[in-house]
């Protein structure tokens, strides 16, 4: 009987501190889509690496579930594809850049994902070319934002008012212009995710 006390207490103990561990961690998550080749290193794995450090869960969408290989050599699988996802689920999407971002130009799903992340109140980022993406869905209208210099007259041309900044943000919207930008991006959608609590 007092072995079986002991196997019980231990469970209870087991299960309480499993349901601890659990509440401490962040119920927030952060939505980041790559393309399925030639994304931007820095541009995923910066602000990756600083979001979890801060408890935030991080999904990667693409195109595709086959591993996708940066810039730089980085290789990262894609845990959902682009048309899988609910963007109730997220607290911020991310749009990553590099050159492969291009094939999100013109991708319907991508802008929807990017209206409806505004019209449900998220964070909207996007960071390299990435910005066009957000500018070619129509959601920067009127908005200040920032791009790789390339892209800059593309986003005037959309409607957006162009600043050339390092990191912009207006409203729950953050641009970003490049991979030198990356940790500052990063910790500014950080800074707009604490200030929604």
Known sequence: ?????????GLIFIILISFSIGLSKSDKKILMIIASQN???????????LFEKEGYGVVIAGTSLK????????VVTPQILIDQVKVDEYDAI???GGVGAKEYFNNPLAHKIAKEAVSKNKILAAICIAPRILAEAGVLKGKKATVWVSEGKTLEEKGAHYTGKSVEVDGNIVTGSGPQAAEEFAKIIIKLLKAKK
């Open 67 to 74: 591993p996708a290989k940066g810039m730089l050599g980085a």
């Open 1 to 9: 009987m007092e072995r079986i006390s002991k196997i019980l207490l």
């Open 39 to 49: 994304f931007r290193d820095e541009e995923l794995l910066i602000p990756k690496k």
């Open 94 to 96: 991310v749009f990553v």
